[in-house]
């Protein structure tokens, strides 16, 4: 986490969280059979989200993510038989800050490619519970080749990592302040990365049901 960082959480944007929950517990466990379809529930989301200032920008595997007034990104989780979004958000976390105990993260204007803090997007705050992670913005490149260049040109500071690792599909590569960062790291870590990048301890930490 970024200590000079003061979430601008409200205790009332802090008391309707929980209400920002998708459960998709019921839906998934009866193979999509049931009725109600968690998208449904997406857009009962956005208008809450709307009461706090705070713009919906889409759900992955396991969060919602939403863009805070100061231009950050919450990630909330999601809840289902198979997964659970506050335990990415844990390991999300955990990464940022084994990273940080070795590693000291670049002025914005400059970048290390030395460095390998210097490709994540940083955790700038996380709940002690995991309920919510705060992370830079950066904007997502997409699918195309010029996201593909981008995932095989990061690939090359990462040689040990294998192809098909988690961190560099191209969905999960974003533009920051001038840089391709690595935007979702809080599930299947690369098992040669916690060894040789993260503190010694880590990867007990991170448990290795989350370490591929």
Not at 11 to 16: K, W
Not at 69 to 91: A, I
Request: aromatic share 10%; hydrophobic share 35%; proline share 7%.
């Amino acid at each position: 986490m970024t200590d000079d960082y003061t979430p601008p959480l409200s205790t009332e944007l802090l008391t309707d969280l929980g209400s920002f929950a998708l459960d998709t517990t019921r839906h998934e466990r009866d193979g999509g059979s049931t009725d109600r379809n968690p998208a449904d529930d997406i857009t009962a989301i956005r208008q809450q989200a709307e009461r706090h200032n705070l713009e919906f920008l889409g759900k992955g595997s396991n969060r919602l993510a939403f863009r805070l007034p100061d231009g950050n990104v919450l990630k909330l989780p999601m809840h289902s038989p198979f997964r659970d979004g506050t335990e990415q958000n844990r390991v999300e976390n955990l990464v940022w800050e084994g990273l940080t105990d070795i590693y000291t993260p670049t002025p914005e204007d400059a970048y290390d490619p030395h460095s390998p803090i210097d490709r994540f997007a940083p955790v700038l705050a996380c709940d002690d519970q995991h309920r919510w992670i705060i992370v830079s913005h950066a904007e997502k490149v997409g699918e195309d080749i010029e996201a593909e260049d981008k995932v095989v040109a990061i690939s090359r500071e990462f040689p040990y990592l294998p192809a098909d690792c988690e961190f560099l599909r191209a969905e999960n590569i974003g533009w920051l302040n001038g840089w391709y960062r690595i935007v979702d790291y809080g599930s299947f870590i690369p098992r040669e990365f916690v060894r040789r990048e993260l503190p010694a301890g880590y990867r007990d930490k991170i448990g290795d049901e989350n370490i591929a």
